[in-house]
């Protein structure tokens, strides 16, 4: 998971892995909260359901940042695609996911994969997410989680976790367009030109993500 | 939570009997029962009270309905849209646009709708907020793009798009163009042109307020005819900020007002179509800040 360098040798200074662990020490008193809160998920099997290796990804066409709309075969047409589901830049560890893979767009971009992005996010957050990535991105926009809903990637916060939102000042209502206090599973996926997912990665503990050098190395496997 | 938990669920909340719900969806009462329950987990609470002979949805069931419903149908969506379902079927969309809103993402949004459904098939009206409320109320109208109003009816799914502050327009050559009013009785001096019944009722209502009583004499019934009236310098009129374009010139007020809020809105607890839907979540996408 902490790998530093692709498998194409391409360096990466700074692994996503650490850059997740700095953020969750800024935020280490939250930690027991928080863990309490993941395993109460786990508990439940949120997040079970999912596509796993091996498994054909379902098709689907959202709204894209570009206009119109834009669909997983569409993408997987021009080469295999690295799809993945964040929460939002509202959350710092999405932050670091989404800056991670505007660095490794280059190296994705040359081994012929295509990156789509999944928000929930309205109100053109989606265009903005396209417009601070600087390589060859999609971006969709899962409106009311639906996507992630049909993939079993969408679940209710609770209300411990939406309180402590709340209080940081967050507006969910405003975020994602419904106070439905529903949130995406974070995950991201490799999915072949003949629709398999060749690589999956899905946790509820939304302070881990796929670290792009294993996405990488996946992609250049395939 | 699950695709087939929460069509289980809708199945059960809309027909308050398990078994029936059960027939339905084509699955077990026992399986059923047990997604619903995995769904009641995930939500730290009932969703149902079951009593000997009746069902009830609990606050938390009701509360949790038209999420679940939204986001069932937007998953649906999803799928439909991939596989070209939208391409082969007709998509009837009533969509009322008050004559006092203009936006670019408006455009943007017919335009995604155009690419993705076909089939769709548009009739646009425009109409004061007001009327295009009542049209929607009484069902010629599946959605509607209004001025909220202080008091509209409750059964009224409303999202937010965006805020539009009023001004006074006017031509260049008008005294208010290089020195705006000072004060609400200035507007005594003035001549206003309505605009279909929408345009001066708001200036009238805060002038009023002040003990003040603005002479609303002309009348325009579109907005190229307002403009035209203005630069013809008939008298000023009273718009939304966003409406407003060069060469007339918009003059605020000399004291803050409610923004105006406009709205995307549709009748609750009327099932939507395709189009319809499709257009909510397009407009729910789109930024609507002021570009």
């Known amino acids: 998971m902490t790998s530093e360098t692709s498998a194409s040798g391409a360096p990466f200074a700074n692994a996503l892995s650490a850059r997740l662990a700095a953020t969750r020490e800024t935020y280490r008193a939250l930690e027991g909260f928080f863990d309490e809160i993941v395993l109460g998920l786990k508990m439940t099997g949120v997040g079970g359901a999912a596509p796993g290796v091996g ?56 081994n012929g994969a295509r990156f789509l992005e999944v928000t929930g996010e309205t109100g053109g957050e989606a265009r903005s997410i396209l417009h601070s990535l600087p390589g060859n991105a999609d971006v969709v926009c899962d409106v009311d989680h639906g996507l992630a809903l049909s993939l079993g990637l969408a679940f209710f916060a609770g209300e411990p976790m939406l309180a402590y939102y709340r209080e940081a000042g967050l507006d969910m209502n405003a975020i994602y367009g419904s106070n439905s206090g529903f949130l995406p599973v974070p995950a991201t996926y490799v999915v072949g030109q003949d629709g398999a997912v060749r690589y999956a990665f899905v946790d509820v503990d939304f302070r881990n993500r796929a670290e792009p050098a294993d996405v990488l190395a996946a992609l250049e496997a395939a | ?84 379902l939208g391409r082969a079927e007709i998509a009837p969309l009533t969509l009322g646009v008050a004559r006092t809103v203009e936006h670019p993402a408006l455009q943007r949004v017919l335009a995604e709708l155009g690419t993705g459904l076909a ?71 003035e001549v206003w042109i309505d605009f279909a019944g929408d345009g001066c009722a708001g200036l009238a209502r805060i002038a009023g307020q002040a003990g003040v009583q603005i002479e609303v004499r002309h009348q325009a019934h579109s907005l190229a005819q307002l403009r035209q009236m203005v630069l013809a310098g008939l008298g000023c009129a009273w718009m939304p900020l966003g409406v407003v374009s060069a060469p007339l010139v918009a003059v605020p007020l000399p004291f803050a007002q409610e923004p105006a809020k406009v709205v995307l809105a549709s009748v609750a607890g009327r099932r939507r179509a395709i189009a319809a839907d499709a257009f909510v979540r397009a407009a729910r996408a789109q930024s609507w800040e002021p570009q």
């Open chain 1, 55 to 110: 498994e054909i990804f379902p098709e689907f066409a959202l709204p894209s940042a570009r206009g119109g709309y834009l669909g997983l075969g569409d993408l997987l047409a021009q080469g295999p695609v690295v799809l993945n589901f964040s929460r939002g830049r509202w959350c710092p560890y999405c932050v670091h996911e989404l800056a991670a893979w505007g660095e490794a767009l280059p190296a994705l971009n040359a």
């Open chain 2, 1 to 84: 939570m699950e695709m087939h938990q929460v069509r289980y669920f809708l199945a059960a909340a809309r027909l308050l009997n398990f078994t029936r719900a059960a027939i339905e969806c084509n699955v077990s009462q026992p399986s059923l029962t047990k997604a619903v329950q995995k769904l009641e987990e995930e939500f730290g609470a009932p969703l149902f009270r079951r009593e000997r002979a009746r069902t009830h949805l609990t606050e938390m069931g009701k509360a949790m309905l038209p999420h679940l419903q939204r986001s069932f149908d937007a998953a649906q969506a999803a799928k439909q849209m991939a596989r070209g």
């Open chain 2, 119 to 189: 089939g769709l098939e548009l009739a646009l009206t425009s109409g004061s907020s007001g009327e295009l409320i009542e049209l929607a109320m009484g069902g010629s109208l599946d959605l509607v793009i209004i001025e909220l109003p202080e008091e509209a009816p409750e059964r009224l799914d409303r999202w937010p798009l965006f805020e539009d502050i009023y001004h006074i327009v006017t031509r260049p050559e008008h005294g208010y163009a290089s020195t705006p009013p000072i004060g609400v009785e200035a507007l005594e001096d």
